[in-house]
């Protein structure tokens, strides 16, 4: 992963500044500070980039979890035909044999 920071925890903590004969020297604060809002504006464009991303995969999931609902309600479906199907076999095979007994006695 690219470095994007040029800033550490470690660097903000341990950063000294030359002293003037009038304090800090302003230059040298001005570029660390200027270092600073640089990877306050990274972090917040990553974070503004990382909670797109979030979005779009909320909505995919949302949408993953409808088509589930769907194919679940048509697996119901289609086991509710197969078992209709079933007992319409086992009527039929019934029938046959009732058909088949009653022709028998006919037959003598």
């Not at 550490?8 to 809002?37: A, M, P």
């Amino acid at each position: 992963m690219e470095k994007r920071f040029k800033l550490s925890v470690e660097d903000v903590l341990n950063k000294q500044f030359n002293v003037d004969f009038k304090g800090y020297s302003s230059r040298e604060v001005d570029e660390f500070l200027d270092l600073v809002i640089h990877d306050y504006q990274e972090y917040d464009h990553m974070i503004e980039n990382l909670g797109n991303h979030l979005q779009e995969y909320e909505r995919h999931i949302a949408t993953l979890k409808a088509k589930i609902v769907e194919l679940e309600g048509k697996q119901e479906v289609e086991a509710k035909k197969a078992e209709l199907t079933g007992d319409n076999i086992d009527i039929l095979k019934r029938l046959t044999r009732l058909e088949n007994a009653v022709f028998r006695k006919e037959k003598e």
